[in-house]
Structures are given as C-alpha cells and as structure tokens.
C-alpha cells in the first residue's frame, strides 16, 4: 500500500509562486513514475507533469517553463514549483504514483486570483 498526502496549496494572485510538496510512505520501489495532475472547476483531470525513477521529465504544454517538477527519492518526496501562475491554473492538484497500480492522494486546492 502507497499513502500519499498533498500540502502546499492555497490562494495566490496571478503572477505568484506556490510549491506543492507530496510524501509518500510505504514502498514505491515499483513506481515508475510519480506525477501531479489538476482537476480545474468543471472539467476533467489533466496530466500537469510526471517524472520518472532517473529524473526524466515530462509537462503539459500549458505549464511548461512555468513549472518544475522534482523527487528526493531518499525522503519519498515529489515536488511541484509552480510559478507565474494564471488564474486558469486554478484546480485540485493531485499527486500520483504510477506503475503497474496507480495510487493518488486526496488533493490539494489551489485557487489563482486574476
């Protein structure tokens, strides 16, 4: 079993910074890729970016250059920078552990004032 918890949400104004932090306990030796999706108001989740056992990256196209995703595999940490924020970035962030079984964590709002 993989728990993961979300923090650093909140509110902020357009043009701000939030770091979203996830922990995860148990073994996540199997995981291949640890990931942060978002759920906006009205819509479906959407992939915002993942990174692999190595490092490797991947972003969507609307948060590229904005944000930075990383991992401290030591501490079971994944990170999210998310700067210059719009207020269509405003959704439930979700952290993810992928591989043969998904696991995700409740969520963590961030809300974008324009």
């Known amino acids: 079993q993989v728990q993961l918890v979300e923090s650093g949400g909140g509110l902020v104004q357009a043009g701000g910074s939030l770091k979203l932090s996830c922990a995860a306990s148990?073994?996540?030796?199997?995981?291949?890729?640890m990931g942060w999706y978002r759920r906006p108001p009205g819509k479906q989740r959407e992939m915002v970016a993942t990174?692999?056992?190595?490092?490797?990256?991947d972003y969507s196209d609307s948060v590229k250059g904005r944000f930075t995703i990383s991992r401290d595999n030591a501490e079971k940490m994944v990170y999210l920078q998310m700067n210059s924020l719009k207020f269509e970035d405003t959704a439930v962030y979700y952290c993810?552990?992928?591989?043969?079984?998904?696991?995700w964590g409740q969520g963590t709002q961030v809300t974008v004032s324009s």
């Open positions: 990174i692999g056992r190595l490092g490797t990256t």
């Open positions: 148990g073994s996540i030796f199997w995981v291949k890729y």
């Open positions: 993810a552990a992928l591989g043969s079984t998904e696991y």
